[in-house]
């Protein structure tokens, strides 16, 4: 769960933080990005909560 101003180029090549920290897993990892659009003033609530509800593992 993340916050992006620009989704594209959050995840354009291999510049995102998560790549690496995928990289290192020893498990096959099978994941998706999904998006949401909200106000910029929301989006740290909108954050933690859906952290809350979905528990991601990247996010524990």
Same mark, same amino acid.
């Given at each position: 769960? /993340?916050?992006?101003?620009? *989704?594209? %180029?959050?995840?354009? /090549?291999?510049?995102?933080? *998560?790549? %690496?920290?995928?990289?290192?897993?020893?498990?096959?990892l099978f994941y998706m990005v999904y998006y949401h659009e909200f106000p910029q003033e929301k989006l740290d609530e909108k954050q933690q909560y859906y952290i809350d509800l979905l528990e991601p593992i990247l996010n524990l």
């Open positions: 769960m /993340g916050q992006a101003k620009n *989704l594209r %180029s959050s995840w354009i /090549g291999d510049k995102h933080h *998560l790549h %690496s920290q995928l990289d290192r897993c020893e498990e096959t």
